[in-house]
């Protein structure tokens, strides 16, 4: 079953998925146009049917600054991170109750770090307590990989599921590349979180 709806610019730049309730909203007011459908699959209201849309398209473009997709937020960086702390390895799945995925900086914010991308890590709230305001070399903790600026495509991606009709608009603007490391961070989640 369909998450969502990819919901593209007017330039068919994938924008992000919308719920199904929303992309009709966007079609019956003349907002956006159904691109690709489910198959025979039919939405019916008292007075209309509609195929189900998959991937609906603007009909206005919608300018979306570049700045605004960068933010670093807990949900893109566990997602960047595979879910996993990265000093000592654990997935969420793998925490005792009371333990759970934070944000830590690298270089402390008391230190003069930043909430940049290249700063910020996942990490278990017992790894965390336990760096504290220290560098990691410091106290002997070791990051698993360096933290990096995801694409921005990546953050809008990387914590859905794509449907085959959904990730060929991906392909087709953003290219391969692009679309085999938005799959290669899904195959990295664990399993629980991709139901």
């Known amino acids: 079953m369909t998450i969502g709806c990819l919901a593209l610019n007017s330039s068919f730049?994938?924008?992000?998925?919308?719920?199904?309730?929303?992309?009709l909203r966007l079609v019956i007011d003349g907002k956006a146009e159904i691109v690709e459908a489910d198959g025979e699959a039919v939405v019916k209201s008292a007075r209309q049917?509609?195929?189900?849309?998959?991937?609906?398209?603007?009909?206005?473009?919608?300018?979306?600054?570049?700045?605004?997709?960068?933010?670093?937020?807990?949900?893109?960086?566990?997602?960047?991170?595979?879910?996993?702390?990265?000093?000592?390895?654990r997935t969420a799945t793998q925490l005792r109750i009371r333990e759970s995925l934070t944000r830590d900086h690298v270089v402390p914010l008391s230190r003069?770090?930043?909430?940049?991308?290249?700063?910020?890590?996942?990490?278990?709230s017992g790894c965390n307590t336990r760096k504290a305001h220290h560098l990691p070399?410091?106290?002997?903790?070791?990051?698993?990989?360096?933290?990096?600026?995801?694409?921005?495509?990546?953050?809008?991606?990387?914590?859905?599921?794509?449907t085959p009709i959904q990730t060929k608009y991906i392909r087709m603007f953003y290219g391969v590349g692009v679309l085999q490391q938005i799959e290669s961070l899904e195959q990295r989640r664990p399993a629980s979180r991709r139901a």
């Open 49 to 89: 049917s509609f195929p189900r849309p998959m991937v609906i398209r603007l009909n206005r473009f919608i300018h979306v600054p570049r700045r605004f997709r960068r933010q670093v937020t807990n949900t893109f960086l566990f997602a960047r991170d595979a879910y996993t702390c990265q000093y000592c390895g």
């Open 137 to 162: 070399d410091e106290i002997g903790m070791h990051l698993l990989h360096t933290p990096v600026e995801p694409h921005f495509v990546h953050l809008s991606w990387a914590v859905r599921r794509l």
């Open 112 to 124: 003069g770090g930043t909430n940049a991308w290249t700063n910020v890590v996942t990490a278990c």
């Open 13 to 23: 730049e994938p924008l992000t998925l919308v719920p199904l309730r929303r992309a």
